[in-house]
Nanobody, 113 residues
């Protein structure tokens, strides 16, 4: 069955970095775009970054441009989100989503001193 398993979240100080991973299984990973979303308490889920099937096409929300980088390894069926210069407002549960609408369970990122 289809699975998306996020990992890499945790507690980090402002200005720090984290790299999230989303391991996919149960479908032909290289055939689908992938997207990272996040949701903070009391807020709607919002798109963070998108990557096309080959990895050559990416898009970012304005609030992460220049700080976050999305990438993928089709040989390992994994999509990544490198997050640098983290801010307290980046605190959220981060989810990956497949191009056909399947969601992972999320990983918590907390940015706090």
């Amino acid at each position: 069955q289809v699975q998306l398993v996020e990992s890499g979240g945790g507690l980090v100080q402002p200005g720090g970095s984290l790299k999230l991973s989303c391991a996919a299984s149960g479908f032909t990973f290289s055939s689908y775009s992938m997207t990272w979303y996040r949701q903070s308490p009391g807020k709607e889920r919002e798109l963070v970054a998108f990557i096309g099937t080959s990895g050559s096409r990416t898009n970012y929300a304005d609030f992460v441009k220049g700080r976050f980088t999305i990438s993928r390894d089709n040989a390992k069926n994994t999509v990544f989100l490198q997050m640098n210069s983290l801010k307290p407002e980046d605190t959220a549960v981060y989810y990956c989503r497949s191009g056909f609408g399947f969601w992972g369970q999320g990983t918590q990122v907390t940015v706090s001193s």
